[in-house]
């Protein structure tokens, strides 16, 4: 399976470094979200479009910045990070943000380390 | 208050045999959807099974069924016959009608022993 993917998939970079995360989904959707997930803690939503508007974005630090170009592809812009932002950064698609009903499909995840 | 429980936190279950993950919820809503996802240690979130709140019957997905008990708010995941790909994080999610986010829980990790 092969309908969300995400590039690359291990990280690692400086907190002064600049780098971006891909996601790209062949589903056919009009939903993505940006997931972070640190060891212990449960998935955290960090944005989602929907039809590449930006509905939500739950008190994300400004050194991360999302953009969603079209409804097939998303990015997550890091700089200037620190320690405490490694984690897995999972991203997914759903159809529609409106059912109850919509699954979210998930892509692999971007491992980052920050040093 | 909108919450998944996943109590849990790990399981160890002899191969072959039928594993029973607990799930239970909390929401006002009266209509939800209620999902589970399976993480193995590759990361990817992989979706399993779906109940909405006004099905009738439990879901069924291959060897997972989803045991629906709205009067408990509970949703339990049970894997038959298990098998040692089964071994994984298993996370439960909701999705109430009031908001578009699923609401996850802290996970359970399964450890299926040959």
């Known amino acids: 399976e092969t309908g969300v993917t995400q590039t690359p998939r291990h990280l690692v970079m400086g907190m002064t470094n600049k780098k971006s995360l891909k996601c790209e989904q062949h589903?056919?959707?009009?939903?993505m979200y940006w997931y972070k997930q640190s060891a212990k803690k449960p998935l955290e939503l960090m944005f989602v479009y929907s039809l590449e508007e930006r509905v939500e974005n739950n008190s994300v630090p400004s050194r991360f910045s999302p953009e969603c170009p079209n409804s097939s592809h998303l990015f997550l812009h890091l700089h200037t990070l620190q320690p405490e932002d490694s984690a897995l950064y999972l991203c997914?698609?759903?159809?529609?943000?409106?059912?109850?009903?919509?699954?979210?499909?998930f892509g692999p995840g971007t491992r980052l380390l920050v040093l | 208050a909108q919450k998944i429980t996943q109590t849990q936190p790990g399981m160890f279950v002899q191969e072959k045999e039928a594993v029973t993950l607990d799930c239970t919820y909390d929401t006002s809503d009266q209509s939800y959807g209620l999902f589970w996802y399976k993480q193995p240690s590759s990361g990817e979130m992989i979706f399993l099974i779906y109940?909405?709140?006004?099905d009738e019957q439990n879901a069924t997905e291959g060897r997972y069924s989803l045991n629906f008990q709205k009067a408990r708010k509970s949703a339990n995941l049970v894997i038959s016959a298990s098998q040692l790909g089964d071994s994984a994080m298993y996370f439960c999610?909701?999705?109430?009608?009031?908001?578009?986010?699923?609401?996850w829980g802290a996970g359970t990790k399964l450890i299926i022993k040959p």
């Open positions: 999610a909701m999705r109430p009608d009031s908001n578009y986010q699923l609401i």
């Open positions: 589903l056919g959707h009009n939903a």
């Open positions: 997914a698609s759903s159809q529609d943000l409106i059912a109850v009903k919509e699954t979210q499909y």
């Open positions: 109940q909405g709140s006004y």
